[in-house]
């Protein structure tokens, strides 16, 4: 574990961590979030980390020289890690596709959880609390299950059935409300906090950005530190596409790469907060607007990450794009059909951002593109199920259907 400090990303105040401190107090929840800054340079002169051999399939505690606590947990050893295949694309050759969905719980969101468990631990606090769409949610559930600290999960009632079930699967304690991610959210942080419950918000726990910029880490060392030109995620709350920039941008800093790809942030065009904050244009401000899409896991009206989403996504060169429903379902059932990949609505977008931004000549076919396929398709099979056929054949049908 290295030492760290926490900077606001509005007024880049400096703070001591402490437990509880997870945002700036004058600039507030939303414009005050804070990143966890570490002594680059001393790492970067570490000889133990140029010496040091990474595994393109080992978990995401291999990168402890930029996380902040240490894997304590049985499960520890098997987040992250996770394939990255390589396919010819519309055209482009050899696109990366790193996949999450084989995650222990099926997301990306098993890199964030990962990190808030081993932190409530170093914390002294034994409970935990998320309010999520759904992923967050199950992911922490599913990774705490087998300690003996408690989960209180707060979700919309609506979320897809998958994700539903892991949550009761995994024995936490499930507060199912009618409502808004958005709605869910607020009333889950105002309880928490007031509780002292350990927060796994990763849009206002710092910390968190932390375990899941490992997949940008993880796509450079499997990609032999090649970083590609692009890198396309699906952006709800704005974490994630955050998290990607950081990563990339810090191996660049220890001098491990020498470049940060564009970062793509995909929305749904139902609701697509982030992207019309972005296309505002700075200064950055936070935004509450209604929509809704198929895409459960990005039907996020009130990002809480926005500040952080807009000003890495614009320090890398990229940009926020939007995708219709039917262009989502689309991508999942293309990118299924092509690769054998199975994503749910929002681990789909990426592959439908590529494909719009190739037709808009955005894209070249010669660039290096990645995309990041943050959730398994069986954990929302609803999303598609009006857009597949479901035909049930006798058993005569199926003798003829093969005659000669
Ligand atoms: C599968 C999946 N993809 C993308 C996202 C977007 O992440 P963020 O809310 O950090 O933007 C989420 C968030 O729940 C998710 O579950
Ligand atoms: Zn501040």
Known sequence: MNYYILRCITCRKEFNPRPGLYYCEECGKIMGTLEVVYDYESIKNNAALKEKK????????????????KPKLKLDDYVGGTPMYKF?????KDVLIKY???NPSS???DRASAIAINKAIDEGNDILFCASTGNAASSLAMLNAHTDMKTYIFVPAAIPDGKRTQLEISGA???AVE???DEVYDLSLELGLKKGWYCRHAAINPYLLEGKKTGAFEIIIQNDFQVPDYVLIGVGDGTVVSSLYKGFWEFKEIGLTDKVPKIIGVQAEGIPAIKKVFDKGKPYKPISIEGSTVADSISVGKPRDVIKACTYVEASGGYFISLTDDEIIDAIKELGKITGIFAEPAGAVPYG????????EKISKSDTVCLVITGNGLKD??????????TTLTAEEVIKRFEE
Do not use: H, R
């Not at 010819?88 to 482009?92: A, C, H, I, Q, S």
């Open 173 to 175: 304690e499930v507060m």
């Open 179 to 181: 409502g808004t991610y």
């Open 107 to 109: 997301s990306y969101k």
């Open 88 to 92: 010819d694309l519309l055209g482009v």
């Open 353 to 360: 951002g590529l494909k719009k931004l190739i037709y808009e």
């Open 54 to 69: 990474f595994n393109k399939k080992a978990s995401m505690f291999q990168f402890d020289f930029l996380l902040p606590t």
């Open 381 to 390: 099979v609803n999303a598609v199920k009006d857009s597949i056929s479901k």
């Open 100 to 102: 999450d969905g084989s």
